[in-house]
C-alpha cells in the first residue's frame, strides 16, 4: 500500500506569541527536529512527503530535502485547512491509499515511533492509526483514503482526532514507550535555572 507522510508545519503560535517552528529546543529549530526525524526513515515506508506550512523559508529548505510543499495562505481557518491542502494533494496521486499526519510541534517525536506506527498498524487492518500514552492519543496518525472525505469535511481548528473517534472501532492504537514523544509545545520552555 502506497502511503505518504504530511508535515503539517503552518500554525500562527497564537498562544506561543509568535512563530514557534524556529524556537530552538535543546539548540534546534522545532521544525527541524521533526523534519530530520522523517529524513531518517527508510524510503519504502512512505512514496510521498508533503508539506502544508505558511513559512516560505521552511518550504523552501523542506523542498530541497524532497518534500513537496503546499503552501498554506489561510492559516487563520485553524489546522483543518492544513488538511484539507494535503488530502487534496494526495488525491491527484491514485496510487496513494493512505496518508499519515504529523506536526511540528512535537519535538520529541521519533522517526522510530513514526516507523512502528505505520509497520503495526499495516498489521492490524483497520483504517486509521494513531499513538497514545495510556488513555491520551495523539500525532502522528494515519488515515486510509476511504476516510479523506470526512477530513475534507473538517472546520476550523478540529483535526483528525474527531474522525478517529467517530470510528473507534476502526482505529488501530500504537503505545509509545515515552510519554515526551507526544507533548506539543503550545508555550516556550523554561529553562532549568530560569
Avoid at 509568535?18 to 526525524?37: A, C, D, T
Avoid at 487492518?125 to 483514503?145: D, H, I, L, W, Y
Amino acid at each position: 500500500m502506497e502511503k505518504a507522510l504530511v508535515l503539517l508545519a503552518a500554525g500562527d503560535g497564537r498562544r506561543f506569541g509568535g512563530n514557534k517552528l524556529f524556537y530552538p529546543v535543546e539548540g534546534i529549530p522545532m521544525y527541524k527536529r521533526i523534519s530530520s526525524q522523517i529524513l531518517t526513515l527508510d524510503k519504502k515506508i512512505f512514496s510521498a512527503k508533503i508539506l502544508v506550512t505558511q513559512y516560505q523559508d521552511i518550504g523552501r529548505e523542506l523542498e530541497k530535502q524532497g518534500f513537496t510543499v503546499i503552501m498554506n495562505h489561510c492559516s487563520h481557518l485553524g489546522i483543518s485547512h492544513s488538511i484539507k491542502l494535503a488530502v487534496l494533494e494526495a488525491e491527484k496521486n491514485e496510487n496513494l491509499q493512505a496518508l499519515c499526519f504529523t506536526v511540528c510541534d512535537q519535538p520529541w517525536l521519533t522517526g522510530k515511533t513514526i516507523e512502528k506506527l505505520i509497520c503495526q498498524w499495516e498489521k492490524s487492518k483497520k483504517g486509521m492509526g494513531c499513538t497514545a500514552f495510556s488513555k491520551q492519543t495523539g500525532n502522528p496518525a494515519v488515515f486510509e483514503r476511504k476516510y479523506w472525505r470526512e477530513l475534507l469535511e473538517l472546520r476550523g481548528d478540529k483535526g483528525g482526532k474527531k474522525v478517529i473517534m467517530s470510528h473507534q472501532e476502526d482505529v488501530f492504537y500504537m503505545q509509545v514507550e515515552h510519554e515526551k514523544e507526544l507533548w506539543d509545545i503550545d508555550f516556550p520552555i523554561r529553562e532549568q535555572g530560569d
